[in-house]
């Protein structure tokens, strides 16, 4: 179905959701023409929401802690945008968040907007499509972009560490404080929630995070002082109990943003992380057209390396040569 990105850009500008959803499934699509002029269109209006990253081990309770967020944020009376990036599924539509949280009563409000996004198999995948996706909801004027990642890879950890704040959940029973270290997602916490709080623990949890990050501490050197120590918080999301705690929380963080240019750094790093996306999938998909069986280019450097008359490093130095020279 041929999609008027145009009208759906119109669409957004009157504040329309249905066109905010829309368009965001032409993001999720990664058609590379259509993309561009949506970020395009929409990138002068960016860098008014605040982006807070959920990140943490499958089921520790990262769906029920942003549902908790969004509710308070929205008792204070800004506009909340919640996007839940799913590695595991290649299907999306935000079903399961969205019927999960209109139960929970944010269904009636306008200033709430839910939307779960898969990757579909497109070459860049969920690291390319996710800044994007955050650019829009961006602009369609959100006060806050809450998202949702599973740290289970590098590219995950990564998306949600060009958030303006991450918060990175943990739960006990489920062995997370070593395979959270182990996936990096440590160093990327702004603050820690120790969630699920009711379960028994929680407490040896707590202790044994914090002999990590003391670990920590003690070998970052004065110039890795950053002015901020992620606080650690103990939440029961599913009652809300600690959420008043982790907004104060938020709050400090982002007077600490404001005041000591961290904040800048961290849009600039967002910048870096969006421009390296585009570059990269601009070129795999410059390699993917080159890569149709038919290049000579490519026919007579697979040859050759076939043969053991050149190396594969040499031969892709010949393409990344000739891609660059716009011969591709
Ligand atoms: N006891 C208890 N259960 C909780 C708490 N928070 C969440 N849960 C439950 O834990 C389960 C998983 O919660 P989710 O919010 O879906 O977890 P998630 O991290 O988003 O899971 P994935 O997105 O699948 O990685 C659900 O059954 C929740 O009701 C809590 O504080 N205490
Ligand atoms: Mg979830």
Redesign the pocket.
């Known amino acids: 179905m041929a999609v008027d990105v145009g009208q759906l850009l119109a669409g957004l500008d009157r504040g329309e959701r249905r066109a905010l959803a829309r368009l965001l499934t032409v993001v999720e699509d990664g058609r590379p023409e259509q993309l561009r002029e949506i970020v395009a269109a929409t990138y002068p209006r960016t860098g008014r929401a605040r982006v807070i990253g959920v990140t ?11 549902d908790a967020i969004a509710g308070a944020l929205r008792a204070r009376e800004r506009s909340v945008a919640v996007l ?1 990036v ?1 590695p595991s599924s290649p299907f999306s539509g935000g079903a399961l968040l969205g019927d999960r949280v209109r139960m929970q009563g944010h269904h009636a409000d306008p200033d709430v907007f839910i939307r779960s996004m898969a990757s579909r198999g497109h070459l860049g995948g969920l690291s390319f499509a996710t800044p994007q996706a955050v650019l829009l909801l961006d602009a369609a004027g959100f006060d806050d972009v809450v998202v ?1 990642t ?1 740290g289970v890879g590098q590219s995950e950890v990564e998306v949600a560490a060009t958030a303006d704040i991450t918060l990175v ?1 943990i ?1 006990p029973g489920m062995g997370d404080s070593v395979q959270a270290a182990k996936a990096g997602i440590l160093e990327v916490a702004d603050v820690f929630v120790i ?5 028994p623990g929680a407490g040896k949890l707590e202790s044994e995070l914090r002999g990590m990050l003391e670990m920590g501490h003690a070998t970052a050197g004065e110039d890795d002082e950053p002015g901020w120590w992620p606080p650690i918080l103990r ?5 809300g109990e600690g959420i008043p705690q982790l907004m104060d929380e938020l709050e400090r963080h982002a007077s600490f943003l404001a005041d000591s240019g961290e904040g800048d750094r961290r849009v600039r790093a967002r910048a870096v992380h969006t421009i390296r996306e585009i570059a990269l999938e601009q070129l795999r998909l410059r390699f993917a057209r080159l890569d149709v069986g038919d290049d000579p280019l490519l026919e007579a450097l697979a040859s050759k390396v076939a043969n053991r008359d050149l190396d594969p490093y040499t031969a892709a130095d010949e393409v990344l040569a000739a891609l660059e020279g716009g011969e591709a």
Do not use: F
């Open positions: 943490g081990s499958p089921g520790v309770g990262k769906s029920t802690l942003t839940a799913d949702e599973v959940a739960a969630n699920k709080a009711d379960h939440t029961v999301a599913v009652r």
